[in-house]
C-alpha cells in the first residue's frame, strides 16, 4: 500500500524557518518527481516546488529565493526548507509523486499519490 507521510509543520513567526519532510513507502519512486503543494482555507491547491530524478527543480515565484526542495539519498524521501516565512504562506501543505513532463509538474491533476498533509501556520 503506498503511503506518503508529511510531517514538520507548526506555527512560526513571520521571517521564522521550517522544515517540511515527506516519506513515501510501499513502492519505490526512483523514477518520479515528487513535489509540495499547499492549500489555504477556501482556495484551490497551488504548486509550490517539485524535485525531479534529475534533481532538477522548480518553484512558484512567490517562494523562489525563500523556499528548497530536495531529496533525500534514498530517492523516496523530500523536504522543504522554508525560510523568511510569511503570514501568506500559511496553509496545509501536501506532498505527491508525479510523471509529469514539463510545465505540467505544476499541474496538482497530475499527481498520483498525496499524503495527508501538515499545517503551517506563519504569525505576524
Known amino acids: 500500500q503506498v503511503q506518503l507521510v508529511e510531517s514538520g509543520g507548526g506555527l512560526v513567526q513571520a521571517g521564522g524557518s521550517l522544515r517540511l519532510s515527506c516519506a513515501a513507502s510501499g513502492r519505490s519512486f526512483t523514477s518520479y518527481a515528487m513535489g509540495w503543494f499547499r492549500q489555504a482555507p477556501g482556495k484551490e491547491r497551488e504548486f509550490v516546488a517539485a524535485?525531479?530524478?534529475?534533481?532538477?527543480?522548480y518553484y512558484t515565484d512567490s517562494v523562489k529565493g525563500r523556499f528548497t526542495i530536495s531529496r533525500g539519498n534514498g530517492k523516496n524521501t523530500i523536504y522543504l526548507q522554508m525560510d523568511t516565512l510569511k503570514p501568506e504562506d500559511t496553509a496545509v501543505y501536501y506532498c505527491?509523486?508525479?510523471?509529469?513532463?514539463?510545465?505540467?509538474?505544476?499541474?496538482?491533476?497530475?499527481?498520483?499519490?498525496w499524503g495527508q498533509g501538515t499545517q503551517v501556520t506563519v504569525s505576524l
Open positions: 505527491g509523486v508525479s510523471r509529469a513532463i514539463l510545465s505540467a509538474i505544476r499541474d496538482p491533476g497530475m499527481y498520483y499519490y
Open positions: 524535485i525531479r530524478t534529475n534533481s532538477h527543480t
